[in-house]
């Protein structure tokens, strides 16, 4: 695009230390932007320990900053991160939800607090290595949130709740690559990152091991757990470390159903199925495909749009989790101010607390936080249920 000259916008990158952000930043150089690098860091309560890759992050930042021939600056957010993101995510996992902190922090750190810091830099945008796309719609004037065009990194739900304002003064400049092109453009630019593996595990928790880090701040209450006929089969260590449709550590393993016949499934897993609070009591039913991890309908609260007004109702298609395909479906508005998805496909553990992402082919309309789901008959402790 030939260098823009003493006219050339100020854009600021979000730098993490991997890849994505690394070559979003050469990118934007590349096409004249002035390029300013931000290191965000959003989490100092065990910084000393092996599980926080923060230091180590920081110094690929500066590394990759270098190379590309950026300044770079590190600032922290750890004050708003705790305040808007981690106290809520405590507040839904003792209620016995399960949050989805990532979504929360771009809407409230990365596109908020980051945008604000950097429209103070003079930026007339900010850049991160989210697999997305925004385009503006030149019909209804609005701009719009796309899928990544790589399907297999897609990050469109995690950016759900970003609004008219944001996205306006977002760009996104992996978002029209595949992953293997970042990586082959990373190597061939000599960026000290280029082979580093992608970053998994919840934003500010890493790699650790989930519920040891829960434990710090969610007092345990054991409790029975249950099967679908009433019979205790376990304790639980709290609901709080349960999610729905989770089958490791239940520490029930060894236990069939009772009067199963030979081949009938009397060896199949056990499924945590629903966390009822009020009894302190988690229940689980055996099969992947038992009745009560099916659901056809939900409702979803809390809702965003990336429009600013809810899409009319009608047939869309939405995910209830990351990692899943989009699944057809019809939108029910109601009167609670949140939505209703009712799907002819039943979605499988659909989980209070995580994000429901309503999509229109490539376009991410938004979506809310699961609240209610039509689940089947109750459990009876004398049921046979199948």
């Known amino acids: 695009m030939g260098n823009i000259t003493s006219s050339s916008q100020r854009v600021v990158v979000g730098l993490s230390g991997g890849v994505d952000s690394a070559v979003s930043a050469w990118l934007l150089k590349q096409q004249g932007y002035e390029v300013i690098g931000i290191f965000m860091k959003n989490w100092e309560d065990d910084d000393d320990s092996e599980y926080c890759s923060s230091n180590i992050d920081f110094v690929d930042a500066a590394a990759v900053a270098d190379v590309i021939g950026i300044e770079i600056e590190h600032v922290n957010f750890a004050a708003e991160y705790k305040d808007r993101v981690f106290a809520e995510f405590l507040r ?93 453009i990373a190597a061939e630019i000599g960026l000290p990152n280029a082979k580093k593996k992608d970053s998994t595990g919840i934003c500010f928790i890493g790699e650790r091991p989930f519920r040891d880090f829960l434990n710090r701040y969610i007092a345990k209450e054991p409790g029975p757990i249950k099967d679908a006929r009433g019979r205790v089969l376990g304790k639980h260590q709290g609901l709080s470390f349960y999610t729905l449709g989770q089958r490791q550590g239940l520490g029930i393993g060894g236990v069939k159903e009772k009067g199963a016949q030979r081949g009938s499934g009397e060896h199949e897993p056990w499924f945590v199925a629903r966390k009822d609070m009020e009894k302190n009591t988690l229940w689980v039913v055996q099969g992947h495909d038992h009745p009560w991890l099916q659901s056809h309908s939900f409702t979803a609260n809390d809702t965003s749009w990336v429009a600013g007004e809810a899409p009319a109702p009608g047939a869309y298609a939405a995910k209830s989790r990351y990692r899943q395909a989009d699944a057809a479906c019809t939108l029910v508005s109601n009167t609670t101010g949140g939505v209703q998805l009712d799907f002819a496909e039943a979605q499988w553990a659909v989980t209070p607390g995580q994000s429901a992402v309503l999509y229109d082919g490539d376009v991410c309309l938004g979506g809310g936080v699961i609240n209610t789901v039509a689940e089947a008959p109750a459990a009876q402790p004398q049921a046979t249920l199948a």
């Open 92 to 184: 839904e996992y003792q209620a016995g939800r399960t949050p989805n902190p990532d979504v929360l922090c771009n809407a409230e750190i990365k596109f908020k607090a980051f945008l604000d810091h950097a429209m103070r830099l003079g930026a007339e945008k900010i850049a991160t290595g989210h697999y997305a796309r925004v385009r503006h719609n030149q019909t209804t004037g609005k701009h719009e949130l796309l899928k990544g065009l790589d399907p297999l990194k897609d990050q469109s739900y995690f950016l759900h709740r970003l609004n008219q304002a944001q996205l306006a003064k977002t760009l996104f400049p992996v978002g029209e690559l595949p992953k293997t092109e970042v990586r082959r």
